[in-house]
């Protein structure tokens, strides 16, 4: 049983790191952020119309942001506004409220407005009306507004109408339990992207305007709406995810729900980033995470802890349950050296747990955050020779041992019989083994035309790296043109910090004369000559007796027809002189001329295009004279 018990909790750990994995934010709203959006906000002035001051506005404000002139702006809403329109006086009452100090009338709205709360009405118009009536300072009916919008419910019961009647009912004074009681089966409707993302189906604006509105009704309800804690962090990674958002109207509703994520008596979801450089290394040895809410703010008093580091490529686990450091200057940045487990080289991935030093259960998030990180090291090459080889190997190889980063002093000399040679070794300063880089080339450049030819060295089972160069099989790479070239080692690792560029040694090359010239070798680029369909040869024909002898016994039964009804007496009074009749017998009698001409002269595509010619009016001549024939059979 104590087994059993052990298998258990491994689970149990594995399935809160896969849910961690997918669930916690990783990123927030950085200040680079917020002044992105204020700025979309602000560039939207001088405003096109309503909507877009309406939205700029609330944007601005939300924000924190400077708003435009109030008296300039309220005379643009005054002038712009339509009392007949409903859409049109809320945004405008709404960007008048948000500036301050702007006087706003709109005659006769008290009964325009009124009337619109009503259940024939749609959701947003009974919201608008609702809204613009308190924007303005007027009277309003509560509990006709609550019992429209519940009929109305009953008639577009969408996501985004729910949304309008959440943020309705949320300043509504009477019993709103009944909009409450539908956050559940709303936010259920939601789809799941990736097991990480929440979304409903109208994107960004309406999932924010549900998420929102569902929020600021339970705050007004003081009960926590039916959302799971999973899906509440799926929602945040998904607001997060379109945080580059610049359209208007989503912009403000995606700053909105942000707000209340960061600040209601519920849910709060945590964001666990990496602040420090992915990059980690003995001169660069700490991991610094910030641990905030989704504005970036800190979180109070936290212990960060390192559950795990795990080597993404062997999975070894280099450390265990180790404790974060909090940054002196910033209360949100937690750090942690870990060049001291002495992991090596490779991409790691952290899984980090939060715990407030003062119990919090509104926090969401608190476990299986992950971050990645790399921990890079320096590589020194060793072990490097160089040198000329005969192909037929009849001669013992004449190498030049090199220390990086010395040039051979000496230029190696290579014919078409011969092959260049080349062995280096990477070693890995950290712990002192050999090792193998993701890029080692080897490139051969030409000191006088510039050409470059690049070539893979790969490394063998003793983590050697091998280039053997035959330079005659090699000849038409380099144009055939022989001469100096420059030998040059480049080796490169996302995980190694001294990426290098060596130049070994001169090579003069000799390539056999008579291949292709520069320019042959550059024509390879030019225009070539147009492809064109080669028919197969016709076979040969058999003698002409032979052939006359099978097109006589072929038209015999033709000649027969024809004798007979010579005999019998041929009934053509039935035959419809008319034009039609005369020019489809014509056509048809075409067609077979032209299958007799296929037979004899003409090739498969010439003919189709014959074909498609008598196509047309055969068919239209035989239309009519089919119809004809079956009129005249009717009237008798």
Not at 265 to 291: E, G, Y
Not at 443 to 467: C, H, M, P, W
Request: proline share 3%.
């Amino acid at each position: 049983s104590s087994n059993m018990a052990k298998v258990c909790t491994v689970l149990i750990l594995l399935a809160v790191a896969v849910v961690g994995k997918a669930l916690t934010p990783s990123t927030f709203l950085t200040t680079v952020d917020q002044q992105r959006l204020r700025s979309v906000f602000e560039s939207a002035s001088p405003y096109p119309d309503l909507q877009s001051a309406h939205y700029s506005i609330l944007g601005i404000k939300l924000l924190g942001g400077t708003l435009p002139s109030s008296q300039d702006t309220c005379k643009f809403l005054q002038s712009k506004v339509d009392a007949g329109n409903i859409a049109s006086i809320y945004y405008a009452s709404g960007a008048a409220k948000a500036l301050g100090g702007c006087k706003f009338d709109v005659p006769s709205a008290q009964k325009l407005l009124t009337d619109a709360i009503a259940a024939k009405s749609s959701v947003q118009d009974i919201a608008f009306s609702f809204f613009s009536l308190k924007n303005l300072g007027l009277t309003v009916d509560e509990k006709a507004v609550g019992a429209s919008l519940l009929e109305a419910l009953k008639t577009d019961d969408s996501p985004l109408s729910h949304g309008y009647a959440f943020m309705v009912a949320s300043e509504l004074k009477g019993d709103t339990s009944k909009f409450f009681d539908n956050i559940e089966d709303v936010i259920a409707q939601a789809d799941e992207v990736d097991d990480k993302y929440v979304q409903f189906e109208g994107g960004l604006f309406v999932t924010a305007l549900v998420v929102d509105g569902a929020y600021k009704l339970s705050g007004k309800e003081k009960k926590a709406p039916t959302i799971a804690e999973d899906k509440v962090a799926k929602l945040a990674n998904y607001f997060l995810s379109r945080k580059h958002v610049h359209q208007l109207k989503a912009a403000y509703q995606f700053v909105s729900v942000i707000k209340i994520l960061t600040d209601n008596k519920f849910h709060i979801p945590i964001a666990v980033s990496l602040s420090s450089s992915v990059a980690v290394s003995q001169s660069q040895p700490t991991v610094q995470v910030r641990v905030t809410n989704l504005l970036g703010g800190d979180l109070g008093q936290l212990t960060v802890t390192a559950d795990s580091a795990r080597h993404l490529g062997d999975e070894a686990i280099v450390l265990s349950k180790k404790q974060f450091s909090a940054s002196s200057k910033d209360k949100s940045l937690f750090e942690l050296n870990l060049m001291e487990a002495k992991p090596a080289r490779g991409f790691y991935r952290l899984t980090v747990s939060v715990a407030p030093k003062k119990a919090d259960s509104r926090l969401i998030g608190t476990s299986g955050a992950e971050v990645e990180v790399k921990v890079t090291t320096k590589v020194s090459v060793e072990n490097v020779e160089i040198g000329v080889a005969d192909k037929d190997q009849t001669a013992a190889a004449r190498t030049t041992k090199l220390v990086h980063p010395n040039k051979a002093q000496s230029s190696l000399n290579a014919d078409y019989h011969q092959k260049i040679l080349m062995r280096f070794q990477l070693k890995d300063k950290l712990n002192g083994q050999y090792m193998t880089a993701h890029q080692t080339f080897v490139r051969l450049t030409n000191l006088k035309s510039k050409q470059e030819i690049i070539f893979v060295s790969e490394a063998d089972g003793t983590l050697t790296n091998k280039f053997d160069l035959d330079v005659g099989a090699s000849a038409k790479e380099f144009g055939f043109q022989s001469g100096k070239y420059s030998v040059e080692l480049i080796v490169g690792d996302a995980i190694i910090e001294n990426p290098f560029s060596w130049t070994l040694a001169d090579a003069d090359l000799t390539f056999p004369e008579g291949g292709d010239s520069k320019g042959d070798a550059a024509s390879q680029y030019n225009k070539k000559p147009e492809i064109k369909h080669m028919f197969r040869e016709p076979e040969k024909r058999p003698p002409a007796p032979v052939s006359l002898t099978f097109t006589g016994l072929v038209l015999l039964p033709l000649v027969i027809l024809l004798l007979l009804w010579m005999k019998l007496g041929i009934n053509v009074s039935n035959f419809p002189v008319s034009i039609s009749a005369i020019g489809f017998h014509v056509c048809l009698a075409a067609i077979f001329g032209l299958y007799y001409c296929y037979w004899t002269t003409l090739n498969m595509f010439q003919t189709l295009r014959w074909l498609g010619v008598l196509a047309v009016p055969t068919f239209l001549f035989g239309n009519r004279l089919l119809s004809g024939i079956a009129s005249k059979r009717k009237s008798v």
